[in-house]
């Protein structure tokens, strides 16, 4: 007898899913307000370039808008008991064209166009032509008293040319001119009311201040001063210009050139990837940040340069201490008759004196005619000094050859040591001794001369004998420049900058 077959047990019957709920709406909502926005921008009601700006703050909102609209939904499903539904493929994709698109409006809003239009030489007519929308130009001037005993004037500039003018009145005057970039006449006015060149009183002066936006409005302005006003200068972006004052100046100056020239008092200067030209300078120059070019010349006080310099930095005649400062280099000196110029492989520097420090890097150094005591160090470079009444000096450079220039009659004490080098000597005085790795040179040349000592690491050591010093030029007669109405100072005369290329 065979076994029963056994039936198979039914599996239990699942439960139904719960209904889903009907299809978001989200999607829907976010698509329509792109409609909307795309509608008004070509029916012309708003700008293309308004739009722009609008989508490119506000295009969170779209996202935060779907967010709200999808917890509404959830919770209705909720209460129905119906089963929510998910963002979806389709909703995927168009919430990350969204985050790309706002993104990338947001980027493109950010950027100094400014700054382009300018490397470019693209001037605004051909800007517009690129970009779209026009450009309005706009002038006007306005006045104020200055209160009495007050000599401050501050003036601050977002974006535009400032010049500084004299004026023989107690008061404060500006000429202003604007370019205002923008789809219509009607948005460029609305631009004009929103940046008005202002005069405003102060315990101490006055403030002038123009408004500006980097992408739409350059305020250029005028401003005429008494003469003896000191002067508080902020320039955003845009060229400073100053031209015989009686006062001090302080100047912070981005993106552009910062020019001061006759200055009866003493000039401090900040800059952000900007140049400076001084010319003429009563008082003391001090110039620091993030600077391009620097040239100075002419200062009958001090020169201090604390900063970065990615160009190159021209010193002529400075007739008080000399201090630079920078990642790079420090040196510090007592006088400048001649010319120095810096740039990122080479310092040159004529009729110098000293006592002067130098501790610089991967430099070519070329000092001629230095005259004082002076302490240099460097490496990965060359060294060339020609002396012309030399102190106690002393020269340690790795990685490079000296040569130094003595004049004839010169009194000193040389004591020299190379190692992985060669020491040559036009003097007989000298004694060298030459082992297999190195080499050492000893002996004075007159009597009670100053010392000079010269360490050298994988390099040459070479004396020479200089020709005679020749006195550094005397700058010519000044002119004659009225510093108050009814009296006159002298300044230094205006120099021919020499033609030569600066890196």
């Known amino acids: ?230 002067l508080v200068i902020s320039a955003k972006r845009g060229d400073v210009n100053i031209n015989g004052m009686g006062g001090g100046v302080q100047v912070t100056g981005a993106h552009g050139e910062v020019n001061i020239t006759d200055l009866v008092g003493s000039a401090a200067v900040t800059l952000d990837r900007s140049a400076t030209h001084i010319r003429h300078v009563k008082g003391d120059v001090t110039i620091q940040g993030r600077a391009n070019e620097v040239d100075v010349e002419d200062v009958d006080g001090a020169a201090q340069l604390n900063g970065e310099f990615m160009e190159s930095v021209r010193l002529v005649r400075i007739s008080k201490t000399v201090g630079f400062h920078s990642s790079r280099t420090d040196m510090e000196f007592a006088r400048l008759d001649g010319r120095l110029d810096l740039d990122s492989g080479d310092l040159r520097a004529d009729s110098l004196f000293g006592p002067m420090r130098l501790n610089t890097r991967s430099k070519d150094i070329a000092l001629e005619g230095l005259s004082g005591d002076m302490r240099l160090e460097d490496e990965n470079g060359t060294v060339e000094v020609g002396l012309q009444k030399p102190g106690n000096i002393q020269i340690d450079n790795r990685k490079g050859d000296v040569q130094i220039a003595i004049p004839p009659k010169t009194a000193i004490k040389v004591e020299a040591r190379t190692r992985e080098g060669e020491i040559q000597s036009d003097f007989d005085e000298i004694k060298i001794e030459s082992g297999e790795k190195q080499a050492s040179a000893s002996g004075s040349i007159g009597t009670n001369g100053p010392r000079l000592a010269i360490n050298c690491d994988k390099g040459n050591i070479e004396l020479r004998k200089g020709t005679v010093a020749v006195a550094p030029p005397s700058p010519p007669e000044p002119p004659a420049v009225p510093a108050t109405p009814g009296k006159t100072k002298s300044l230094p005369a205006p120099k021919a900058k020499p033609v030569e290329s600066e890196n």
Request: charge should be negative; charged fraction near 20%.
């Open 1 to 230: 007898m065979g076994n029963p077959v056994m039936a198979p047990t039914p599996a239990p019957p699942q439960p139904p899913l719960p209904p889903r709920a009907p299809r978001s709406i989200a999607g829907a909502v976010v698509l329509i307000l792109l409609g909307i926005l795309f509608l008004l921008g070509t029916m012309g009601i708003v700008g293309v370039h308004g739009l722009a700006e609008f989508f490119s703050k506000f295009w969170p909102v779209l996202l935060i808008l779907w967010g709200i609209v999808k917890l509404i939904e959830h919770e209705q499903a909720k209460r129905a008991g119906l089963q929510s539904r998910g963002i979806g493929v389709g909703g995927v994709f168009l919430m990350l064209f969204v985050i790309v698109a706002g993104l990338a409006a947001t980027g493109i809003s950010h950027f100094n166009w400014g700054d382009l239009r300018d490397q470019l030489q693209i001037d605004d007519q051909d800007f517009d032509e690129i970009f779209g929308g026009s450009t309005f130009d706009y002038s006007g001037d306005v006045n104020a008293d200055l209160p009495s005993g007050a000599t401050i004037v501050e003036i601050n500039d977002d974006h535009g040319v400032v010049t500084v003018n004299v004026a023989n009145e107690k008061k404060v005057r500006v000429a202003w001119r604007k370019k205002i970039h923008a789809e219509n006449q009607s948005a460029a006015d609305n631009f004009n009311k929103k940046t008005d060149v202002t005069i405003v009183p102060t315990g101490k002066g006055a403030l002038v201040s123009a408004a500006g936006n980097e992408k739409a409005v350059t305020t250029d302005i005028d401003v005429y001063v008494p003469r003896d006003a000191q």
